[in-house]
């Protein structure tokens, strides 16, 4: 009996330093970073750099119109609330979102997107200060249609940067003078509708600001 009693203390004792290590502090909850509103500016020869991959002519003021991906029109959704009835789910009719790409060649060269971005400041666990990010809808892998996303994939598979066998086959960033950053990358995932596994791309445009 008493070595029962020694032995509980023991596994009582050590419990308590686990808790003292790690494993009684309560957890932090995974939490979604939030969408917000705002124009974030690429000048000089990263953004012509940038245009090229969307295909905007370098000439020209010119613009592409790209429809955001479900969890980040959720995010806005969010924000704006802008439905006659209360929506609780992404499942109920969440309205599409847009993004703009503006391309403008004077007086400095310069790609403006706008308005909706998710500020990765306000996620958890490890937020990032002054970054920013939005994703394309899932993309099949045989890229049927020819909208913007679509294009840029397909774009991008025929040029040099592609990798086919990573899980993230492109990636590339573009710094402007002001040390303002815009990343573009693509990532491999699988969507099941209808339960059955159809494999594709999503596109992930980040943006990296200094601090002022």
Do not use: Q
């Amino acid at each position: 009996m008493e070595r029962l009693l020694t032995m509980n203390r023991t596994v009582i004792g050590f419990a308590a330093g686990l808790c003292g290590l790690a494993a009684c502090v309560p957890a932090l909850a995974a939490k979604a970073p939030e969408a917000v509103e705002r124009r974030i500016t690429l000048t000089g020869p990263a953004a012509l750099s940038f245009g090229e991959l969307f295909g905007l002519s370098p000439g020209a003021a010119s613009n592409a119109s790209l429809r955001l991906g479900r969890a980040t029109a959720w995010m806005v959704y969010l924000l704006k609330l802008d439905t006659k009835e209360r929506l609780w789910n992404d499942n109920e009719g969440s309205p599409a979102r847009y993004d703009a790409i503006e391309f403008s060649p004077t007086p400095v060269p310069s790609i403006t997107i706008s308005p909706y971005w998710l500020d990765l400041s306000t996620r958890l666990p490890y937020p990032e200060a002054g970054s920013y990010s939005f994703e394309s809808p899932f993309l099949r892998e045989d890229l049927p249609g020819d909208e913007p996303w679509t294009r840029l994939v397909k774009r991008l598979k025929a040029g040099p940067g592609w990798n086919g066998v990573d899980g993230t086959p492109f990636k590339r960033c573009f710094t402007s003078t002001d040390g303002v950053e815009l990343c573009v990358r693509v990532l491999r995932r699988d969507d099941y509708p209808d339960n059955k596994k159809v494999s594709g791309y999503v596109v992930l445009v980040e943006a990296h600001l200094p601090d002022r």
